[in-house]
């Protein structure tokens, strides 16, 4: 459902607005003389205070006015945008975060964040007196104290209404500047007959009286100046007068264009389509209607195969045709479909600049963040999931990997230490790699912690690479000290299992002193996989074709043999194998030749014993209710072409199950 | 009972009925989204008795509850009147759309709240929780279950069983 809360609806802005802020201001502290940035920050903050005085925010307004000065300053250049001044702006985000968000916040934390702000400002900008923190009114900067009369005239571009703009809060605006009289301009609209009614063909004529500077007047316009004709010009106040005693009175001048415009109040008329000419660039959906129309789409195939049986069977080519080009149709909408809910894995990858830069910060370590492949896509509920093992990834890599500037130095090392974040896409998969500089793994401290948490035995021996994969063991945890970042303990199995949920996998990788490197591999998305169907008893069941290894024949020796213990011989390993019929309890005589289907999560084979493999099949994973999900054997369910339904079966909680009965098979295997 | 407070809101309350092995039973009107013919059923290996299988429901795939064994009534065959009541149901916080097996469906019918009592506490032999009310009519009994409270309890007829947990080998 869309949400027309128009509280909700701020708070979505205020998250991106944020946001826009937050990377406006991470580009500044590399780039600080940068204007357009500077101005970018600034509109953005001005944003944000306007929409939430609107929205009742004014706890917001009122502390983001405070940054809005500071930064309106930054853009006067009266003050330097200096690494420390977009430090305690960054801080102060987090506390308009909050109150965007409605969290409750200590308004001392808001004082003390302004004072640290203001101390700052006062700083970058040498003997400027900063603007005192309790000033909720707007900026008043004391250069002009006598009153001006301005005479404002200015035309907005024609299709500005269509644009959301409003011209009647302008004119509020400069009513709030001082007292003015406001005269429209009606010399441009055009006749009735020729009359656009969407379009702006008023202009105004505005004498304001003000103690402003000329810059708070064009402020007003900020956001439509790019298209606009605007004059502004200091009449001495005799002319002012006869400015106005000129002008016709302003009700009767106004009352004409009301009669000519089919609508009383274009600007609200034209709010509504505002939306829609927004539409063209990009629309704003919520996810729940796209998984609707996924699942809408995923019916239509279904019936589309059922169609294509009966149209198989049938002599009628008209039939026929119908069905191929539906058909056609139908795989064309799927793959639309599938590409409307792929996102760019830039959205990801721009939250973790922030958090480079705070634990550069914490750890006092210098650290540069490296993107690569921002445009690779993923889908949208799969970017999601994948935000907090990332961020653990990268708090491993910045607090355990990379070395402090004085240990980089001694190893020959630059002293800034390097976290390469990079996406691309493989097949159907995407890969993402987290990669540092730094130390790389410290075999021996992996060890030792293996074997006093019990992972290992003392002296035993081991492959380097099954020793990097104790990292991934429940309960890990090499950090000498825990620290604020990361080193609690739980961390790379849950990033671990969370990766196996998206039927991802990973790696890692870590010449000693060269760094290290975690490699995740990801399906492009979570609404369709492929799957091999196989039957077992008169049920059928869809094993993820990414977790199938190979498929053979459960000989009548190997049958006979392994009613005790389930194990066979694969090239030289033993392999555990389950039969799904006494799994499933299934009715029946099974087949004469049974087939084993090998699969694998992480190092982990197992056998599954079917009695036939049907193919493969596409398939559009559906969710199993409360009541099944609970059971743990299976991840899904899909319709098939009979439009019959065949469980999806979860290869992870398979192999598990089978390394917790028969655990001697799996370590003679390793 | 909050439920009872909404299930009755103006003294009365449309229900559908139908027969589980006998029994006359009854479920608010307003929780039917459909009824169906029987479908292929796709057992779930492991799942509860009471909730052992799927359907698709137009292109959803939906689970496929027995009240009877709830109830400890006879699961019979399906015959030609077999329906399945396919209700949407609130399941932590989320609606679940769930298949009901029936013997047989009969109307949409209303029940006044004063023709209702409490399930009796003794003489029940099914869990009493697992009963709203029972309403007259006729000389017939209707059961209105507690569909919350048996769905919570995966339809164990007897409380504090376990679940039978899924087995290998």
New interface residues.
Partial sequence: MSSTDPVEIFRVEAQELLEQIEQGLLDLSHNPGDKELVAAVFRALHTLKGSGAMFGFDALAGFTHHCETAFDRVRKGEVKATPDLVSAVLNAMDHMRALAEGRPCDAAVGDALLVELEHVVAAAGGAQTPAPAAAATPAQPARDPGLTTWRVVFTLAQDVLINGTRPLPMLDELRGLGPCQIRALIDAIPPLEALTPTNCHLGWEVVLTTDQPRSAIEDVFMFVIDDMTLEITEVKDSAADAVVEAAPPVASAAQPVADAEPHPDPAAAAGGDAKAARADASVRVPAQRLDELM??V??LV?AQSRLKQIAGASQDMNLRSVAEEIEHLASELRDSMMSVRMVPVAQLFSRFRRLIHDLARDTGKEIDLITEGETTELDKTVIERLADPLIHLIRNSADHGLETPEERLAAGKPTKGRIILAARQAGAEVVITVKDDGRGVNRDRVRAKAEENGLLAPGAAIGDAELLQMIFQPGFSTAAKVTNLSGRGVGMDVVKRTIEGLRGSLELSSPAGEGSQVALRIPLTLAIIDGLLVRVGT?RYVIPLSAVEECLELTPEQDARSTGR?VLTLRDQLVPF??LR????TKGPPDAYQKIVVVSTGGDRVGLVVDQILGDHQTVI???????SE????SG???LGD?????ILDVGHMTS??AQ?SPAPLRAAS | MTQNATLFENGAVDVLTFDLDGEVFAIEATLVQEVVDRA?E???????AF?DA???F??????L?DLRLAFSLNARNSSLDSRIIVIAHE??G?A?L?GLRADKVYEVTTLDEAATEAPPRIGLRWRQDFVHCLAKRDEDIIVVPDLAAI?AA?GQPRAGAAITP????
């Fill in positions: 699942d809408r995923g019916e279904i049920a389930s389950m039969r006494s799994m499933f309890d559906k969710p199993l209710s409360v009541f099944h059971v743990g054997a299976f369910a899909t319709i439009g019959g339904v065949a469980l199950e089978a009965t | 292929p796709t057992a779930v290996p492991g799942a509860p909730i799927v359907i698709n137009r292109g959803r795939i939906i689970p509850a399941i932590d989320e679940t769930i769905f995966r899924l087995t290998s080998h």
